[in-house]
């Protein structure tokens, strides 16, 4: 299976929206986020990030950046193409994208269940649990 990622600004192209269709099956349909909340007013000043596999949009994420920092999150993957380690290859774009626009450090809230794959990237835990919408999540930070 040949693969591609494409990451676009903002929220008026195909990368926006094969993304919001990724986030909508992992976090609403999965998930129970409500669709309403899924989309918020960071995506219209974000960097989206879509792994395609062959031409079937399978993975994404989005990176915020503010000054010095950059917010890696939304990263998600369709249930069937996990395993694959698109995950890490989302992540590993965003960090070496933030990198390459002045951040010195990359930070995102992850879902606890998931911490081992953004410790394995780098990333320390920082804080303490905390939820949003209504999941576990903990504040997680990587220096650059």
């Known amino acids: 299976m040949n693969s591609s990622l494409l990451t676009d ?3 008026e192209n195909i990368v926006y929206r094969d993304a919001y269709t990724i986030r909508i099956s ?4 999965e998930q129970g986020i409500s669709k309403e909340n899924e989309r918020d007013e960071f ?3 974000a960097f989206h990030t879509v792994i395609y596999a062959d031409t079937k949009p399978v993975a994404c994420g989005r990176l915020n950046i503010i000054n010095e920092s950059a ?10 193409f996990r395993e694959n380690g698109y995950a890490t290859q989302i992540c590993r ?6 990198r390459q626009n002045g951040a010195k450090y990359v930070y995102l809230h992850s879902q606890t269940y998931i911490t081992g794959l953004y410790v394995r990237l780098g990333f320390t835990c920082e804080g303490k649990v905390f939820l949003e919408e209504d999941i576990p999540h903990i504040r997680m930070v990587k220096h650059l």
């Open 9 to 11: 600004y903002g929220t």
């Open 26 to 29: 992992v976090f609403s349909d």
């Open 43 to 45: 995506d219209d000043t």
């Open 71 to 80: 917010k890696i999150c939304r990263i998600a993957v369709m249930k069937t």
């Open 93 to 98: 774009h965003c960090i070496s994208f933030a």
